[in-house]
Every structure is written in structure tokens, then in C-alpha cells.
């Protein structure tokens, strides 16, 4: 069984950087793709970023040039740097973890963009 457990989260001011993080535990962490969702109040939940098992990644068009997905393996951690947060970047953060068919989630961390 995963279990994924994000920290960082907080309030911050519009333009401040926040680092995110998402730990699994597992032995198949190195060998899955990983990615960072994000739900605000009365919206989707929406796709931040994705990091493949090789390192490959993807972001949102909102979130290009400001937020950097990355990992380490030896860890089996997961990050979200985001840097000139916005207002609008306010939401509960997941990450999610997908092994072949199954997709794991971690239970969401808060952040609070202040403007």
C-alpha cells in the first residue's frame, strides 16, 4: 500500500514562493509517475504538474515560468517549488502517484495567496 503525505502549505503574500512537498512511502516511487493537482473552492480540481519516472514534465499553462516540479528518488519525495504566487494560485494541493492501473493521493495541503 502508498501512502503520500504533502507538507508546506501556508499563507503567503501575492509574489512570495512556497515549497511543496510530497512524501511517499512504498518501494515503487522511483518507477512512478508523479503529479501535483490543486482544488480551489467551487472550482475542478485541475492539473498543476507531472513528473515522469524519467524526469520528464508538464505543467499548466497557468503555472508555466513560476512553478518548478521535481524529485528525488533516493528520498522518494516529490516537490512543487512556486515562486510569484498569485491570488488565484490559492487551493488545496494534492499530489497523486499512478503505478500502472492504480492512482494513490495524498490528502491535500492548504495554500493561501494573500493579495
Known amino acids: 500500500q502508498v501512502q503520500l503525505v504533502e507538507s508546506g502549505g501556508g499563507l503567503v503574500q501575492a509574489g512570495g514562493s512556497l515549497r511543496l512537498s510530497c512524501a511517499a512511502s512504498?518501494?515503487?516511487?522511483?518507477?512512478?509517475?508523479m503529479a501535483w493537482y490543486r482544488q480551489a473552492p467551487g472550482n475542478r480540481r485541475e492539473l498543476v504538474a507531472i513528473?515522469?519516472?524519467?524526469?520528464?514534465?508538464i505543467y499548466a499553462d497557468s503555472v508555466k515560468g513560476r512553478f518548478t516540479i521535481s524529485r528525488d528518488n533516493a528520498k522518494n519525495t516529490m516537490y512543487l517549488q512556486m515562486n510569484s504566487l498569485k491570488p488565484e494560485d490559492t487551493a488545496v494541493y494534492c499530489c497523486?502517484?499512478?503505478?500502472?492501473?492504480?492512482?494513490?493521493w495524498g490528502q491535500g495541503t492548504q495554500v493561501t495567496v494573500s493579495s
Open positions: 497523486k502517484l499512478s503505478a500502472g492501473q492504480f492512482d494513490y
Open positions: 512504498g518501494s515503487i516511487f522511483s518507477i512512478s509517475a
Open positions: 513528473i515522469s519516472s524519467g524526469g520528464s514534465k
